[in-house]
């Protein structure tokens, strides 16, 4: 009998089951699986978590204490997730577990030639579905370096799941709490020269021919929350050819810190901000990735990507997260726009269109 | 498209003017005074039209008439234009586009569309619907009848010759009792020359308008459901490869790969005298299959003009050799320099069926259907819109040019005017009278007047002429109109609303960029090479970018040494954006002012993909 699957490396070649990985695994395996170019990692899967939380014999405790919320008292909310998150953080981790972590890290680590900073990311079953946009709701921790201090924040990313926040999001959304898994991504950090997110459909007008890219220098971490304005460019994706970009502030970036090993905010000198974060290179290789996301998932894509400053020129664009656009993709086309079907019909209706009839 | 950064804008309000020039409160050049007793009543503001004529927007086509127009070279837009219009207002009723006004300023030609009236709209659908769709329906056939009827009034031009009255009538013509004698002819042949020429242009407009609808058509539903899209995009997906309006230049490039398979390119070293040339070629082992396949080449393919067969003093290959053998002779040193010569026509091929199949990927059902629907008419219809330039622009206007021209060399001889093409200075009306003149004075024996009437006359009116041209027009005049929408104004001629405001000034243009048509794509650096007219080629040099205020097809042989072109007027249809398009080289179009700004030797950037020209120097 095999062990249980408490670990999954992305380039594992098992499949990218949702149930076990959570929505950000599972898109990572599939990302790697298409060839495309993901930073290694691998999966601390939901069974873990499961394996865990029954051995530590809390589940019951959870469901009793969830009970007893008010959704709109916030201090009975706040009280009941901090003894949650205790319970996950303080109890024992089951050895079969501890250990299936520790060979994975090493194993991970065992392919850089030196000790290589790792980001952690929650990856819970409900996240990410099409239909329920509410990304960012669990956590990411960047950075970290030796098996202890990732090992914990496996731990704090499997206490977010019961953050205030996410309490409330399930109580209003009506999200059972039974059932609830949570797995967790460690994956290697990207040493960021210039980061964002792309968008393979346009969010304003829902053009599909249209690849938005936001791009600001540093980790994405700034863009993704809002921190910066980036540079905002439009390239057109069947034409290949940059058909629009605004030059954001980018008045500050996240970079690594050695100091304090962890992740600092630092303002962008003057010269960096005025000018586009990315050259012509870099958007064709943004454009393309994005294009092979949006093929392989068959929908439009809003990625996440980093460009790494260590990594050789052609070779240095990674792509960090893949998931469905859900504002666009959802919607009905127009039933009959002015020009639909062909021939003399369509010509004179045109025509009348143009004019304003 | 456009390019803008959060930086903030150098300027506060803009001081340019909302409107442009009145042509009434525009003096002509100094010397030029006078020059409307030159042309037509009805081609010129009248001045007691003004108010009629301030309250319309007037756009100059310089496109096709960059340069000052002679009084008989009106025949060109008259016919075109007026034509165009027919086949929108009579023919097929478009229900919201009549034709085009034209008039003439200052020398220089000035257009402004003519608006369906709002009542009239509705009834004109079903009859346009009726007139049109049957073209669409009987597209293969009908064309294919043009080709007959065109070719037949080609013949028939071809058939007329104009030479000077004999001393007496023919012999035979007496004992045989015809009964007429050969000036009567003579008038029936000018106005039959006339007549075949308007016949021809009411020919090149049968088709092209509803080329312009369909593509509109597709155009339209490409915006809609891509909003973003590029004109260019669009202009890829329809156009044409290997089309016949190419075929001039490949027979060049076919007669430069058989002069070095011959071993001939030594007799090319000097290609001004083109019949010693030829001669040489005739003496040289292989070199008769070379001349076998010169003539061969000639017809058709050779009726092809280095202008744009508007003017008369448009110089055809066919009738100045010299002018292909300098081509072939550029092509045998490009092969020598070890040049592919050839058009990348297979990768012109992949590339237009891979945007075509990428932009299908991203519509399904009805979308999908419609799309490929529309793709399939604006294709079947579109190769007219290229082609149709060769066959009246070229070798039917070659054809009349060279008939023209022919007449008034006999009449010069005949001491009306000093110069052997003086007669474009008289209006085609003015000819006719001045034939009568002289057939009269053959036929009563006495000199005719006009030779001691019409040099003087002819040296003034040269006069105003050079005088005109010594200025450029204004680009538009009158107050604007809030938005452009007629079709032909701005699939043709690329006057869209942002290149009016442009024009005034108004754009978010930045000092040394130009703002264009983004009309091939690419990026390209380079020298500029500022080129005015087709006999300054021979300056053109290798890695320069073409700077030009509009560029003919025949263009092509230099466009295998330039890394890019810039026009001052033209869109996407425009014949520039067409070759550059063919050739894979960027291409800015309809900058307004880039020949006038641009300098011969300045470094400039050309962006095919944005529209913007930077000066880099």
């Keep these: 009998m095999t062990a249980p699957a408490y670990i999954q490396f992305f380039d594992g070649g098992e499949p990218a089951a949702h149930d076990l990985l959570g929505g950000k695994c599972a898109s990572l395996v599939a990302l790697t699986e298409a060839g495309l170019p993901v930073p290694p990692g691998f999966a601390v899967t939901t069974v873990a978590f499961d394996a865990f939380i029954h051995d530590a014999g809390i589940a019951a405790d959870i469901h009793r204490m969830l009970a007893t919320i008010d959704p709109d008292d916030t201090d009975s909310i706040d009280a009941v997730s901090e003894q949650i998150r205790a319970e996950i953080t303080g109890r024992p981790v089951p050895t079969e577990i501890h250990d299936a972590f520790t060979v994975a890290y090493e194993s991970l680590q065992s392919r850089f030639e030196s000790p290589a900073p790792v980001a952690v990311r929650s990856s819970a079953t409900a996240e990410d579905l099409p239909d329920a946009s509410f990304a960012g709701q669990q956590d990411t921790y960047l950075w970290l370096i030796g098996r202890d201090e990732v090992a914990a924040h496996v731990r704090r990313c499997w206490a977010s799941l019961y953050t205030s926040r996410a309490i409330v999001y399930r ?53 993704v929350s809002g921190t910066v304005t980036p540079d905002n460019l439009r390239v057109d994706k069947v034409m290949k050819t940059v058909s629009e970009e605004i ?31 990315l050259s012509d290179a870099d958007v064709a290789a943004i454009a393309a990735i994005a294009k092979r996301a949006e093929k392989h998932f068959g929908c439009p894509q809003d990625i996440e990507w980093a460009i790494d400053r260590g990594l050789p020129e052609g070779e240095n664009l990674l792509l960090l997260q893949s998931r469905p656009e859900t504002v666009w993709s959802t919607k009905t086309p127009d039933p009959a726009t002015a020009t639909s079907g062909f021939g003399i019909e369509s010509i004179t209706r045109s025509l009348l269109t143009q004019i304003g009839r | 498209m456009s390019t803008t950064t959060a930086a903030p804008s150098l300027e506060g309000e803009s001081t340019a003017p909302r409107s442009f020039p009145s042509p009434y409160d525009q003096a002509p050049p100094a010397g030029a005074e006078g020059w409307k007793d030159l ?220 002069a070095v398979k011959n071993g001939l390119t030594d007799v090319f070293a000097d290609t001004s005298d083109a019949d010693a040339l030829l001669a040489a070629i005739g003496g040289r082992s292989g070199g ?125 001889a005949e001491g009306f005017w000093p110069q052997a093409n003086d007669m474009f200075y008289l209006r085609r009306d003015e000819v006719r009278e001045v034939l009568f003149d002289y057939v009269n004075g053959w036929m009563v024996g006495a ?33 604007p109109p809030e938005v452009i929408t007629e079709p032909f104004t701005l699939m043709l001629w690329g006057i869209t609303t942002e290149q009016i405001q442009n024009w005034l000034g108004e754009g978010d243009q930045v ?72 050739y894979g080289m960027p291409a800015v179009t309809g900058t307004g002012t880039g020949s006038t700004e641009i300098r011969t030797g300045q470094l400039i950037r050309v962006d095919g993909n944005t529209g913007t020209v930077t000066i880099l120097d």
């Design chain 2, 288 to 412: 008769a299959e070379w001349l076998a396949q010169w003539k061969e080449s000639q017809d058709p393919w050779f009726n092809f003009t280095t202008g744009n067969g508007f003017y008369a003093h448009d110089e055809y290959w066919r009738d100045v050799p010299s002018t292909p053998l300098a081509f072939i002779k550029g092509y045998i040193d490009r092969i020598h320099a070890g040049h592919d010569i050839d058009r990348d026509i297979q990768h012109l091929i992949v590339e237009r069926d891979r945007i075509t199949e990428e932009y299908a990927e991203l519509l399904d059902g009805e979308a999908l259907e419609t799309f490929r629907g529309k793709i399939g008419l604006a294709r079947t219809v579109y190769p007219y819109v290229e082609n149709h330039n060769f066959y009246i622009e070229h070798w039917t206007m070659g054809v009349f040019w060279r008939k023209m021209r022919q007449l008034s060399g006999v009449l010069q």
């Design chain 1, 171 to 223: 109580l209003k959304n009506g999200i059972p709490n039974e059932g609830l898994s949570m797995a967790v991504a460690v994956q290697k950090m990207v040493d960021a020269r210039t980061a964002g997110v792309a968008m393979t459909i346009d969010p304003v007008n829902g053009d599909k021919s249209t690849i938005v890219i936001d791009a600001s220098w540093g980790l994405g971490e700034l863009v």
């Design chain 2, 447 to 479: 000199p005719a007047i006009g030779p001691d009437y019409w040099p003087a006359e002819v040296e003034r009116r040269r006069g105003i002429i050079a005088a005109l041209e010594t200025a450029r027009p204004q680009p538009a005049l009158n107050t």
């Design chain 2, 39 to 258: 042309y037509a009543y009805n081609l010129v503001f009248q001045d007691n039209r003004r108010a009629v004529e301030e309250a319309k927007f007037w756009f100059c086509d310089s496109q096709h008439w960059p340069t000052v127009t002679k009084p008989f070279e009106t025949i060109g837009f008259e016919f075109a234009v007026g034509c165009l219009g027919q086949y929108n207002s009579r023919q097929l009723l478009i229900p919201t586009a009549n034709g085009i006004e034209y008039r003439m300023h200052n020398g220089y030609l000035y257009m402004s569309p003519v608006a369906v009236a709002p009542e009239q709209i509705e009834a004109r659908v079903p009859q346009f619907m009726e007139r049109a769709g049957h073209y669409f329906q009987n597209w293969e056939s009908l064309l294919q009848n043009w080709h007959v009827k065109l070719r037949a009034t080609i013949d028939e031009m071809e058939s007329i010759e104009f030479t000077a009255l004999p001393e007496k009538i023919a012999l035979d013509d007496v004992l045989s009792g015809k009964g007429t004698g050969p000036g009567t002819e003579l008038l029936g042949d000018y106005d039959r020359m006339i007549a075949l020429a308007y016949r021809a242009w009411q020919y090149h407009f049968e088709f092209l308008n509803l080329g312009y609808v369909a593509y509109l058509d597709l155009f339209m539903f490409c915006k809609s459901v891509f909003p973003r899209i590029s004109d260019q995009a669009i202009a890829t997906m329809v156009q044409g490869v290997d089309m016949e309006l190419f075929r001039p230049d490949d027979e060049l490039k076919k007669l430069a790969k058989l």
């Design chain 1, 247 to 277: 030059i954001g502030s980018k008045h500050i970036e996240l970079v690594p810190d050695v100091a304090s090993r962890g992740v600092i905010e630092r303002e962008v000198e003057p010269e960096r901000r005025t000018v586009r974060c």
């Design chain 2, 511 to 582: 000092e040394g960029t130009l703002k264009g048509m983004a009309a091939s794509p690419g990026i390209a650096e380079g020298p500029a090479r500022v080129i005015s007219s087709a006999s300054q080629l021979s300056e053109v040099q290798d890695g320069d970018i073409l700077v030009a205020p509009v560029t003919a097809p025949s263009w092509v042989p230099v466009f295998g040494k330039i890394r890019a072109t810039v026009t001052d007027i033209g869109g996407m249809m425009s014949h520039a954006a067409i070759v550059c398009r063919e």
